[in-house]
């Protein structure tokens, strides 16, 4: 069994990350303290400063994390696949990001509450990964009005308008506490988007 001594340390590392993210998670970036951090990882300050440089370096690396399996995890639909029907798809990648954000709820509050406004660097690296699904979904969309199964529209506000009713599910989950069932969740959303935009689907 390993000791706090004898950790290796790439456990250490990602010790002080989970701690980090709860620290965040509770307290809010600019409220929350690396004094705060170190002693609920039971490491001394000068430990944490083996592995981050600052406050702001752990939180980039926490957001960063999730962006990146966001990004991932979202698969441009092929309305010519023989084997899945485009439903089949768009249930895909919505299941897909809806388990991401779900699976760790602590990080989900930070992406969603705490993680613009940190400095304008850091808002400029979340807009463009918003403008990178929002790009994609809107290619999608796009794909979709050609084949008649997306109504005639704005791709980019309806990217927007699918975008931000999923933020909003996920803050009510997150933040106050609701729950629901993972299959009746990405049901849900997918008969949210047939309502809006979506004509039909094969």
């Not at 999730?66 to 299941?95: C, E, M, W, Y």
């Not at 660097?121 to 990964?129: A, C, M, Q």
Request: overall charge neutral.
């Amino acid at each position: 069994m390993k000791t706090a001594r004898n950790i290796g340390k790439p456990e250490r590392r990602q010790q002080i990350l989970n701690v980090a993210r709860d620290v965040f998670a509770r307290s809010g970036y600019h409220a929350a303290k690396i004094d705060e951090i170190v002693a609920a990882a039971g490491v001394a300050r000068g430990t944490f400063y083996l592995y981050f440089e600052d406050k702001r370096s752990i939180f980039e690396e926490i957001v960063d994390g999730t962006i990146a399996r966001l990004s991932g995890s979202i698969v441009r639909v092929d309305p010519h696949d023989a084997k899945r029907t485009v439903t089949d798809q768009v249930r895909d990648n919505v299941r897909r990001v809806v388990r991401i954000l779900l699976e760790d709820h602590d990080t989900t509050k930070i992406l969603l509450s705490d993680a613009f406004g940190v400095d304008p660097e850091f808002d400029r690296k979340l807009l463009s990964f918003y403008d990178e699904i929002a790009t994609m979904l809107g290619r999608t969309l796009r794909d979709g009005q050609g084949l008649g199964i997306v109504r005639p529209g704005d791709v980019r506000l309806m990217s927007w308008l699918a975008m931000g009713a999923l933020k909003e599910v996920m803050f009510q989950m997150v933040q106050r506490g609701m729950e629901y069932d993972e299959d009746k969740l990405v049901d849900g959303i997918l008969s949210f988007m047939r309502a809006g935009c979506l004509e039909r689907l094969a």
